[in-house]
């Protein structure tokens, strides 16, 4: 079942062409739909849901999804699904992809977009392969999520109902076509405001209550207290980070040097392969944050308050070896001339929530290298591969 690689690699140009930033999805949506009915899937199996009028932030389109009818000696077996995200990180807008090669690089000082144009790229591939080669194979869905960069939130809001009930799922996103990624941490994304109190800093310092102060005595606790970075406590480990730090929308934090601050905002995220031990790194983080503000007093012995918010982003997985899911997963690999590498992934991925709704959810790479990165480019042999494998993935019996 040989796949086509250069239509694919000009498929691929094709949807790196398109500009579509997590958020702003339409025009992408609008292309792959133009492909998946140039390759012969009718129009009346290509929707949009309406899982972007759940999203919380705003969201141009919901996700597309596609039925493709089972075919064959296969006809009749239980549905599966291939996944993947339509979005790319801002820093993608204004790429110009080219070829070089074995890869395909970009001429602009952005990132490439490879994350997810090769995942959009592979999904097509496969369906035009099956159509063109008349392949038997059972019922699949394809699903192309948006606001994957930006918080997972296509799969998290997806319904489960219109994607058919598939017994298992692929997703395509980073990495080696190899890559036999079986579980994932878990996150919390956390906000914290400061308030503290205004005051002329050079007339009367001691009237104020500085915003500033109570976030660099926080970050000192949390610092010597262990639980920043690569965070390791007993037996459990886990990361965090401090995200941007601004005066709220985007606003500098203090207007001018010659006032106390009295307001600074706060973003950051907490992550462990643990489902306890992440919330246990936000935790800290409150606790320190709740302390500094009792510290920093003004000359009438009033304080700084926090309010601090902490919400799951996406929970942590770890499939057995020995799932149905797996086991395809593994075997599809081999077949296609991969040695399987089955592993887990220190990032988010659309997959937690597909397995978070009861769908068993495999992630393989495809081709994409220094993602996120103005250094970005894509190893065509992977993608190639990648694209090979799910042939290989939908057809065996």
Same mark, same amino acid.
């Given at each position: 079942?040989?796949?086509?690689?250069?239509?694919?690699?000009?498929?691929?140009?094709?949807?790196?062409?398109?500009?579509?930033?997590?958020?702003?999805?339409?025009?992408?949506?609008?292309?792959?739909?133009?492909?998946?009915?140039?390759?012969?899937?009718?129009?009346?199996?290509?929707?949009?849901?309406?899982?972007?009028?759940?999203?919380?932030?705003?969201?141009?389109?919901?996700?597309?999804?596609?039925?493709?009818?089972?075919?064959?000696?296969?006809?009749?077996?239980?549905?599966?699904?291939?996944?993947?995200?339509?979005?790319?990180?801002?820093?993608?807008?204004?790429?110009?992809?080219?070829?070089?090669?074995?890869?395909?690089?970009?001429?602009?000082?952005?990132?490439?977009?490879?994350?997810?144009?090769?995942?959009?790229?592979?999904?097509?591939?496969?369906?035009?392969?099956?159509?063109?080669?008349?392949?038997?194979?059972?019922?699949?869905?394809?699903?192309?999520?948006?606001?994957?960069? =930006?918080?997972?939130?296509?799969?998290?809001?997806?319904?489960?109902?219109?994607?058919? =009930?598939?017994?298992?799922?692929?997703?395509?996103?980073?990495?080696?076509?190899?890559?036999?990624?079986?579980?994932?941490?878990?996150?919390?994304?956390?906000?914290?405001?400061?308030?503290?109190?205004?005051?002329?800093?050079?007339?009367?310092?001691?009237?104020?209550?500085? =915003?500033?102060?109570?976030?660099?005595?926080?970050?000192?606790?949390?610092?010597?207290?262990?639980?920043?970075?690569?965070?390791?406590?007993?037996?459990?480990?886990?990361?965090?980070?401090?995200?941007?730090?601004?005066?709220?929308?985007?606003?500098?934090?203090?207007?001018?040097?010659?006032?106390?601050?009295?307001?600074?905002?706060?973003?950051?995220?907490?992550?462990?392969?643990?489902?306890?031990?992440?919330?246990?790194?936000?935790?800290?983080?409150?606790?320190?944050?709740?302390?500094?503000?009792?510290?920093?007093?003004?000359?009438?012995?009033?304080?700084?308050?926090?309010?601090?918010?902490?919400?799951?982003?996406?929970?942590?997985?770890?499939?057995?070896?020995?799932?149905?899911?797996?086991?395809?997963?593994?075997?599809?690999?081999?077949?296609?001339?991969?040695?399987?590498?089955?592993?887990?992934?220190?990032?988010?991925?659309?997959?937690?929530?597909?397995?978070?709704?009861?769908?068993?959810?495999?992630?393989?790479?495809?081709?994409?290298?220094?993602?996120?990165?103005?250094?970005?480019?894509?190893?065509?042999?992977?993608?190639?591969?990648?694209?090979?494998?799910?042939?290989?993935?939908?057809?065996?019996?």
């Amino acid at each position: 079942m040989p796949v086509d690689t250069k239509a694919a690699t000009d498929r691929l140009l094709r949807f790196l062409a398109v500009e579509g930033v997590t958020g702003q999805e339409a025009a992408i949506g609008r292309e792959l739909t133009a492909a998946l009915k140039e390759s012969g899937v009718p129009a009346k199996a290509i929707w949009l849901d309406d899982a972007n009028t759940r999203i919380p932030v705003p969201t141009e389109t919901g996700n597309l999804i596609v039925d493709l009818p089972g075919r064959g000696a296969l006809h009749n077996q239980p549905r599966i699904m291939f996944m993947t995200h339509m979005d790319t990180v801002p820093l993608c807008a204004g790429a110009k992809p080219k070829k070089s090669g074995r890869k395909i690089v970009n001429d602009a000082k952005t990132a490439l977009g490879g994350d997810n144009r090769c995942g959009c790229g592979v999904l097509v591939t496969l369906a035009v392969e099956l159509e063109k080669q008349q392949l038997d194979h059972p019922p699949i869905t394809l699903l192309f999520c948006v606001r994957e960069e =930006s918080g997972l939130y296509g799969a998290r809001h997806v319904k489960l109902d219109e994607l058919g =009930s598939p017994v298992m799922a692929f997703n395509y996103d980073g990495g080696s076509a190899s890559n036999v990624v079986i579980g994932a941490v878990g996150a919390d994304r956390w906000t914290v405001e400061i308030f503290g109190r205004a005051s002329h800093a050079g007339v009367a310092p001691e009237r104020g209550i500085s =915003s500033t102060m109570i976030l660099a005595l926080a970050l000192a606790d949390v610092k010597a207290g262990g639980w920043f970075g690569k965070v390791v406590k007993r037996k459990q480990q886990g990361t965090s980070n401090v995200g941007p730090v601004t005066g709220g929308e985007g606003r500098p934090a203090g207007d001018a040097t010659n006032v106390v601050t009295d307001y600074v905002h706060v973003r950051g995220e907490s992550r462990s392969h643990d489902g306890k031990f992440f919330k246990e790194i936000t935790k800290a983080y409150k606790a320190a944050f709740e302390k500094a503000a009792k510290k920093v007093t003004n000359a009438q012995g009033k304080s700084g308050k926090v309010k601090f918010k902490a919400e799951t982003d996406y929970f942590p997985f770890r499939m057995k070896d020995n799932l149905p899911v797996v086991k395809r997963a593994v075997e599809a690999v081999s077949a296609v001339g991969g040695t399987p590498n089955v592993r887990t992934a220190n990032g988010g991925l659309d997959a937690n929530w597909m397995v978070r709704h009861g769908v068993p959810t495999v992630t393989f790479g495809a081709g994409q290298n220094e993602v996120h990165t103005i250094d970005e480019w894509i190893n065509l042999d992977e993608y190639d591969r990648a694209c090979a494998l799910a042939v290989q993935l939908a057809t065996m019996r």
